[in-house]
């Protein structure tokens, strides 16, 4: 058994598929028939440039603008006159196609690398990219398709590019296993979006296996099997329809109200990153959305995005849940986002630097379009502003100020929105818990993001894995930071959400319960789990446990004694 | 042979995006087409070569056309590049 980190939940068992780095060495020999090689080369150029161009189509409808204009790059690049014109005199000297690729690639390739602009280094990974797709087509190699894969395949990769994750066909490939990656890696956020169990970080797995082994992929606990023992199969076969089982149970849920086990309501809302994302809230029985990130709008475009751009995407989702809450959070980025338009500066610290509501503040005609733009749909839904990173009472008041300054230009132009839209915090940093207080003073509405929330009161950075055992949502810190975020919010009779992914988890939720959260924002896919969690608990009991892990002092006796509640 | 000295408008420099507009319009003249920067020539009808010039924001360059439509080419491509090059 291998074990990797358990990245899309459920059970996959099928037959492997490698996707292995190819070896691209070959001979550096002397031509004589020197027009032959470069008509050999012209055509694996041809067959590049007009490929790309396919595949930058493809990637403009389906990924984003600034994605296709990458492999544009590529085909310009590729034909430069002092690249292919280059690599043709070298060719017309005596060289091979694939020693003169080689050699100017190498060249340019070193030449950006040296550069110190960020923007430049990263043109020396185009030309890696360029030169190999180039050398594939000179010595024949093909790459697997993988939308041709058969039904019952499991995916073993290095790394699952964009490239490849957008030609997986989700019927055919029932598990995946990669080398590299986390749970919040493009790979693992692609693998649950299509709901195929996956383990990532399983070191070395490529070279372990072979073609048509057998795999079992435990996307729930990380494990993988290859050529497992009978009794080892029959187990996992029956997990996995039991797997299925729960699924099909879960979908009792669909349509019911979010219940407790003493008939009090809560809801669960999702957490969505585009307005196509709102479709999948509803699909999967969200009844509002908790976090709307409209960082896509920044991070996937060519420009700033206008009023109007924004405008369409906030009314397409406000429209798309049908007059449910969307709480749309307004630009959550800094210094560790490269946004090529939007001027950051390299910090030190991006985390604790300028960003979200400090950079948006800073720069008020770019935080008024995006305010403005939320205003005016507000017109066609219920609309919620929710500024990130609030750290003390005068952030609050300036969004607020700025959307009364924008409710007051609307009234004038005589434009149609909600009077009574509402701004809220976010509840993220262990400055927002300590004045939870006065800030539930100000806001309209409180959301927990615990992902924030966890790594600002622990200070911990989680992608650092030497420290990353203590960003845990339940270190007593962060436990009580909640619990009290939770009582000043009450305390003003503002509803309290959050959106972090505590919300989702089976053993925080009867914590939450009993602390009084009110609505509780998840990915979509975890919808009906939550609600299934919720309704198991009673006030009571949920308050008798909340009351037994505070009094503990320790991550580990409290995860233990929640595991030992839980309710399955 | 005529010249002209340029300021780079665009924030980001000589990137991938105006650098290959402006490369393919310089390629659409008889007469050569040189950036000289920072103490040395780089050929305008290339878009690899200018890119290695890093050029940035705010850096002066010069542009020197020399052939048969030299003054037609330094007036168009001056123009393009004060005009932001498109972006």
């Given at each position: 058994m291998y074990k990797g980190?358990?990245?899309?939940?459920g059970i996959g068992i099928g037959s492997i598929c490698r996707i292995v780095e190819q070896d691209l060495s070959f001979e550096a020999k002397l031509i004589s028939d020197t027009a032959a090689e470069k008509d050999r080369f012209q055509k694996a150029i041809d067959d590049f440039v007009e490929e790309t161009f396919a595949m930058a189509e493809d990637v403009r409808k389906n990924i984003g603008p600034q994605e296709a204009d990458i492999l544009m790059g590529h085909a310009i690049m590729i034909q430069d006159p002092a690249m292919s014109g280059e690599m043709f005199n070298m060719i017309d000297a005596g060289q091979c196609a694939e020693a003169a690729l080689t050699a100017v690639c190498d060249m340019f390739h070193g030449m950006f690398s040296a550069m110190d602009d960020e923007m430049m280094r990263q043109r020396a990974s185009d030309i890696a990219d360029v030169k190999v797709c180039i050398l594939k087509k000179l010595l024949g190699i093909q790459d697997i398709e993988i939308s041709k894969l058969p039904a019952g395949t499991v995916l073993v990769c290095k790394d699952l590019t964009p490239s490849m994750t957008s030609q997986i066909v989700k019927e055919n490939v029932v598990g995946i296993i990669t080398e590299i990656g986390g749970v919040t890696s493009h790979s693992a956020i692609l693998a649950r979006a299509l709901e195929i169990p996956a383990v990532l970080s399983v070191p070395g797995i490529v070279d372990l296996v072979e073609d048509k082994d057998t795999a079992i992929v435990d996307g729930t606990a990380g494990d993988v099997f290859i050529n497992p023992e009978g009794d080892v199969l029959s187990k996992y076969i029956i997990k996995r329809e039991e797997f299925i089982k729960k699924q099909a149970e879960l979908r009792?849920?669909?349509?019911?109200e979010t219940l407790t086990a003493d008939g009090d309501k809560l809801e669960i809302y999702c957490n969505i990153?585009?307005?196509?994302?709102a479709k999948k809230a509803m699909e999967c029985d969200g009844?509002?959305?908790?976090l709307f990130r409209t960082e896509f709008l920044f991070m996937?475009?060519?420009?700033?995005?206008t009023e109007d751009e924004q405008f369409e995407a906030y009314k397409e989702a406000l429209q798309t849940m049908e007059g449910k809450n969307v709480i749309i959070r307004t630009l959550d980025i800094g210094?560790?986002?490269?946004?090529?338009?939007?001027d950051f500066e390299k910090e030190d610290n991006p985390f604790l630097g300028f960003r979200a509501v400090r950079y948006c503040l800073a720069n008020p005609d770019m935080y008024k379009t995006q305010l403005r733009a939320i205003v005016r749909a507000s017109a066609f839904g219920s609309a919620k502003i929710m500024v990130p990173?609030?750290?003390?009472?005068e952030e609050v008041r300036k969004v607020k100020k700025l959307v009364e300054e924008i409710k007051a230009d609307l009234r004038k132009e005589g434009i149609a929105f909600d009077e009574g839209i509402e701004v809220g915090c976010m509840m993220e940093t262990a400055a927002s818990t300590m004045i939870a207080d006065l800030l539930a003073k100000e806001a309209d509405f409180f959301s927990i993001g615990t992902n924030d929330l966890t790594g600002y009161t622990m200070g911990?950075?989680?992608?650092?894995a030497k420290v990353a055992?203590?960003?845990?949502?339940?270190?007593p810190a962060v436990l009580r930071s909640i619990k009290r975020i939770i009582e000043c919010g009450k305390a003003e009779g503002i509803p309290v959400g959050m959106c972090g992914?505590?919300?989702?988890?089976p053993l925080m939720i009867p914590l939450l319960m009993s602390f009084g959260l009110d609505e509780y924002s998840v990915n979509p896919v975890l919808v009906l789990t939550a609600r299934c969690i919720i309704s198991k608990w009673t006030k009571a009991e949920a308050d008798a446990l909340a009351e037994k892990v505070l009094a503990m002092s320790t991550q580990e006796e409290i995860v233990a004694a929640l595991k030992a509640a839980a309710k399955e | 042979m005529v010249s002209k000295n340029i300021v780079i408008q665009?924030?980001?420099?000589?990137?991938m995006r105006p650098a290959s507009r402006l490369a393919k319009m310089a390629a659409g003249y008889d007469s050569s087409v040189k950036v000289n920067f920072n103490g040395k020539s780089f050929d305008c009808k290339s878009v690899m070569l200018l890119m290695t010039a890093c050029i940035k924001y705010n850096s002066e360059i010069e542009l020197v056309c020399d052939g048969p439509d030299e003054e037609k080419a330094l007036a168009e491509l001056s123009e393009f590049i004060e005009s932001g090059m498109g972006e």
């Open positions: 980190i358990a990245a899309s939940r009792k849920f669909i349509g019911k990153g585009t307005p196509k994302d009844e509002g959305v908790g996937d475009n060519t420009h700033l995005p210094g560790d986002k490269d946004i090529p338009y939007m990173l609030v750290t003390n009472v911990v950075d989680r992608g650092n055992y203590l960003y845990s949502a339940f270190e992914e505590a919300a989702a988890d | 665009d924030p980001l420099g000589m990137h």
